[in-house]
């Protein structure tokens, strides 16, 4: 079975950057959609970002498109999602994920194999 562990969360001042990465073990993520999601204190987890397997589409929600950046190297067998230009809204804990079924990528319910996130804190 699949497990996905995220690293590279921290503490960073608004406009900073940080880049996350999701390693998985126990299989291969080139075949597979994948998905960074975010859960900030007292709400629901919410989508941030996916990709193809071969890279080449993507997709982000509306508050972080043009200052993140989701990739992934399959031979690493990692997803990365590089966040520029930090707002304190950003700050949650970052989670990864495999998409096992179809439906909208927003949707959390249709991801599976979830890592045990990595917080992000961004002070003002």
């Known amino acids: 079975q699949v497990q996905l562990v995220e690293s590279g969360g921290g503490l960073v001042q608004a406009g900073g950057s940080l880049r996350l990465s999701c390693t998985a073990s126990g299989g291969t993520l080139s075949v597979y959609r994948m998905g960074w999601f975010r859960q900030a204190p007292g709400k629901e987890r919410e989508f941030v970002a996916a990709i193809t397997p071969s890279s080449v589409t993507t997709y982000y929600t509306d508050s972080v498109k043009g200052r993140f950046t989701i990739s992934r190297d399959n031979a690493k067998n990692t997803v990365y999602l590089q966040m520029n230009s930090l707002k304190p809204e950003d700050t949650a804990v970052y989670y990864c994920?495999?998409?096992?079924?179809?439906?909208?990528?927003?949707?959390?319910?249709?991801?599976?194999?979830w890592g045990q996130g990595t917080q992000v804190t961004v002070s003002s």
């Open positions: 994920a495999v998409r096992l079924s179809s439906g909208s990528y927003y949707w959390s319910d249709r991801y599976g194999y």
